[in-house]
């Protein structure tokens, strides 16, 4: 069975705080792909990184930074310098195996506030 | 623009009454799915079509029907089987037999209040 675990429900930080984001997952699987996702208001899943299980390769895009370690099982997500642009529900989730066909696990979620 | 299309982004429906959530895509995909969102709660998978003409039930399919008739379409069906069917639903898609290689899409949601 797989289980992600997104232990933060909420956080609330001021404008140019750095904040991240703590995702544990659980699969028997050894190929396994990790994702996050973004929810802003408007509801709409936003596509934001994916991994796969063979590469630990820390990965930054622009202000986001996600940082992969298999010995604990985490896939945490960091954002540097936060925007008001950034308040969202964020997910990670897990597919497991190399099977056909994909089916998602998802975090509850963490509910990102950031105030000017 | 390619993308999934839901609607409607609102409905609302008597107890009792089985209501139909539309979801489009022009993606190209061959697999297409349907989540639930609770308040608080990560999505939880209800239904997957993997080809045209075939469909798995997820983790919580009891009150709910899909066909898939078109590659484009995957229509869910809110039966009045459902205990407890006011959530946000949310359709996605992704190319078949890909694994976790490639992301799911997801569409902008419906959101269902039952009155």
């Known amino acids: 069975a797989q289980k992600v675990t997104q232990a933060q429900t909420e956080i609330s930080v001021v404008e140019k705080e750095d904040v991240t984001l703590d995702c544990v997952y659980e699969?028997?699987?050894?190929?396994?792909?990790l994702f996050w996702y973004k929810q802003p208001p408007s509801g709409e899943l936003v596509f934001l990184i994916r991994?796969?299980?063979?590469?630990?390769q820390n990965e930054i895009s622009g202000r986001y930074s996600w940082n992969f370690q298999k010995s604990t099982s985490s896939f945490n997500f960091t954002i540097t310098a936060s925007q008001v642009v950034d308040s969202a529900v964020y997910f990670c989730?897990?597919?497991?195996?190399?099977?056909?066909?994909?089916?998602?696990?998802f975090g509850k979620g963490t509910m990102l506030l950031v105030s000017p | 623009d390619g993308g999934i299309t839901q609607s409607p982004k609102y409905l609302f429906r008597k107890e009792g009454q089985n209501v139909t959530l539309s979801c489009e895509q022009n993606?190209?995909?061959?697999?297409m799915y349907w989540y639930r969102q609770d308040p608080g709660q990560g999505l939880r998978l209800i239904y997957y079509?993997?080809?045209?003409?075939?469909?798995q039930k997820g983790d919580i399919a009891e009150g709910y029907s899909v066909s898939r008739e078109k590659k484009e379409s995957f229509p869910l069906t809110v039966t009045s089987a459902q205990k407890n069917p006011t959530a946000f639903y949310l359709c996605?898609?992704?190319?078949?037999?890909?694994?976790?290689?490639?992301?799911?899409?997801f569409g902008p949601g419906t959101r269902l209040t039952v009155l």
């Open positions: 996605a898609s992704s190319p078949r037999g890909s694994g976790g290689r490639n992301e799911q899409f």
């Open positions: 699969t028997r699987d050894t190929t396994y792909y």
């Open positions: 991994r796969n299980s063979f590469d630990e």
């Open positions: 989730a897990l597919i497991g195996g190399e099977s056909g066909y994909s089916t998602l696990t």
């Open positions: 993606l190209n995909h061959d697999a």
């Open positions: 079509s993997q080809i045209v003409n075939d469909f």
